[in-house]
């Protein structure tokens, strides 16, 4: 399962507000549907959307548009993922919009499968990993980053056991990591999103394992509720880790500077279709927090696994 495809000079994006109900593919044939199916999250997750992006600038260069404005329209899209903006810039700077995108499509997998060998060394047969929200497939062209640890774990025959968060308020966890692990027959169980600092307690999670928008040097910025995991998570010295490619790092920034997204009201006004709460209830609906350095184990990049106290020299010699 690919989440996209270049085909015939259009983007073919799996549909990701339709799971798990319904696999169907939005067609993107222009810049402009590639930054519909970015804000309204057809498309998501950091590398998905990175990659997505550089198909849409590959589409503005077809079109023959300028393509510095194509690249301000498409960095205006979402904020906090700065793989779209390292995605946009890479483009612009290349010779060929098309050939560079497609490059990144599959330096992408490669990224994910050397996550996934890296990750996977941290591991215990055994093992039952936590994750939160969707770093899987689905938020990559394939294969994942932290679930892609989870995946060569699973192929390696270490009998893992895998725990999703459902990530309200648009169930990442729930529609669409339990959907993709199901599909590879990985052994998953859903969990609401409180009841993951009680299966800490209990001693029934053995590691956590998420995936980032930013990593910087200071610490991560990823999706809502990663703070509090990562803080139950060292309360009960469950260790926890970061897996993301070295295209999800800043360098130029302090991680508390990063632009935090703000989404609609009615995300969380309103569950399944059904609304939850009085009309006109006021909403605050931050999509992501930040985890701070110090409740990191450690980084899984394709380079290999950083821990924490080596962290700050290995990020200054990437630059
Ligand atoms: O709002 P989303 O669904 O785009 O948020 C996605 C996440 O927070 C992921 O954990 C992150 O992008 C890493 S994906 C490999």
Known sequence: MKTMEWKDNKLILIDQTKLPDELAYFICKTYEDVIIAIK?????????????????MALGYLADEDLDLVADEIKSSRPTAINLFWAVDR?????????????????????????GRHGAELIAKGDTILTHCNAGALACVDYGTALGV??????????????????????QGARLSVWELQQDGIPV??????????????GKIDKVVIGADRVAYDGIANKIGSFLVALA??????????????STFDHEISIYDTTIEERGAEEVLYYGGCRIAPKDTEVINPAFD???????????????????DKFKEFFINLK
């Open 150 to 171: 989870v995946r060569t774990a699973h192929n390696q025959n270490k009998d893992i056991n895998v725990i999703c968060d459902e990530t309200r308020p648009l169930g």
């Open 189 to 202: 169980k859903l969990i609401p999103d409180v009841a993951s600092g009680y299966l800490m307690m209990e």
């Open 290 to 308: 930040i985890v701070p350095k110090d409740l990191i184990s450690g980084i899984i990049t394709e380079k290999g696994i950083v821990k924490m």
């Open 91 to 115: 483009v612009l700077n290349s010779n060929n919009p098309v050939e560079e995108a497609k490059k990144m499509y599959v330096e992408d997998i490669e990224t994910n499968l050397a996550i």
């Open 233 to 246: 998570a060292k309360r009960f010295h469950i260790p926890f880790y970061v897996a993301a490619p070295l």
């Open 40 to 56: 309204t999250m057809v498309v998501r997750g950091a590398p998905a959307i990175g990659v997505a992006a550089a198909f849409g």
